[in-house]
Nanobody, 125 residues
Framework: QAQLVESGGGLVQAGGSLRLSCAAS????????MGWFRQAPGKEREFVAA????????YYIDSVKGRFTISRDNANNTVYLQMNSLKPEDTAVYYCAAGRIYGLGGTTPDDYGYWGQGTQVTISS
């Protein structure tokens, strides 16, 4: 059974950094576009970043550009989200998702068919 498992969340002060990991098991997602979404309490799930299946293309929501970096290690079936200069408004549950085979990466939840269980990121001011 295919699974995506996020890790690396936690509590940090504003201005700090975290690195989220998303490890796949049960099947390889090396040919799938991959994405990160987040959901804060009382809000809808929001696109954060995506990477194409090859890793050549990346996409970000405007509010994280220049601060977050998505990357992938296909040999280890893992996707990362490096988050720097964190702000309190980044507080949310972060979800990893796998999208279309040979996809470039989508920005809506409907573009993704596999989801992890989420990891909590809390930024204190």
């Amino acid at each position: 059974q295919a699974q995506l498992v996020e890790s690396g969340g936690g509590l940090v002060q504003a201005g700090g950094s975290l690195r989220l990991s998303c490890a796949a098991s049960g099947r390889t997602f090396s040919h799938h576009a991959m994405g990160w979404f987040r959901q804060a309490p009382g809000k809808e799930r929001e696109f954060v970043a995506a990477v194409s299946w090859s890793g050549a293309n990346t996409y970000y929501i405007d509010s994280v550009k220049g601060r977050f970096t998505i990357s992938r290690d296909n040999a280890n079936n893992t996707v990362y989200l490096q988050m720097n200069s964190l702000k309190p408004e980044d507080t949310a549950v972060y979800y990893c998702a796998a999208g279309r085979i040979y996809g470039l990466g989508g920005t809506t939840p409907d573009d993704y068919g596999y989801w992890g269980q989420g990891t909590q990121v809390t930024i204190s001011s």
